[in-house]
C-alpha cells in the first residue's frame, strides 16, 4: 500500500510560480512511475507529467512542457512539480499518483492506482 499527500498548492497570479509537493510513504519501488495528473471542473482528469523512480526519466504533457519541472528525492520519497509561468488554463485540483508503466505508457490513468487527495492550484488573470 502506498500513501500519498499533495502540498503546496494556492492561489496566485498568471505568470507566477508554484511548487507542489507529493510525500510518499509505504513501500516505494524501483518499478513505479510517479504521475502528476489535474482536473479542472467539468473536464476529466489529465496527465501532466511523470518520472520513473528508477532513472528518473520525465515526460509532460504538452499543454505544461518547458513550463513544469517534475522532479525527486528519493531519501525524501518525495515527488516535486515546478509550476512555472502558470496560465489561468492551469487552473485545476492536481493529483500525485503512483503506478506502473504498460506498453500503453506512463500517462494514462489506468497505470495508476494510488492517489492522493488532490492540492488545488487557482491561476488569476
Known amino acids: 500500500q502506498v500513501q500519498l499527500v499533495e502540498s503546496g498548492g494556492g492561489l496566485v497570479q498568471a505568470g507566477d510560480s508554484l511548487r507542489l509537493s507529493c510525500a510518499a510513504s509505504g513501500r516505494t519501488l524501483s518499478s513505479y512511475a510517479m504521475g502528476w495528473f489535474r482536473q479542472a471542473p467539468g473536464k476529466e482528469r489529465e496527465f501532466v507529467a511523470h518520472i520513473s523512480w528508477s532513472v528518473g526519466m520525465t515526460y509532460y504533457a504538452d499543454s505544461v512542457k518547458g513550463r513544469f519541472t517534475i522532479s525527486r528525492d528519493t531519501a525524501k520519497n518525495t515527488v516535486y512539480l515546478q509550476l512555472n509561468r502558470l496560465k489561468p488554463e492551469d487552473t485545476a485540483v492536481y493529483y500525485c499518483?503512483?503506478?506502473?508503466?504498460?506498453?500503453?505508457?506512463?500517462?494514462?490513468?489506468?497505470?495508476?492506482?494510488?492517489w492522493g487527495q488532490g492540492t488545488q492550484v487557482t491561476v488569476s488573470s
Open positions: 499518483a503512483a503506478g506502473f508503466c504498460s506498453v500503453y505508457g506512463c500517462a494514462r490513468r489506468l497505470e495508476y492506482g494510488y
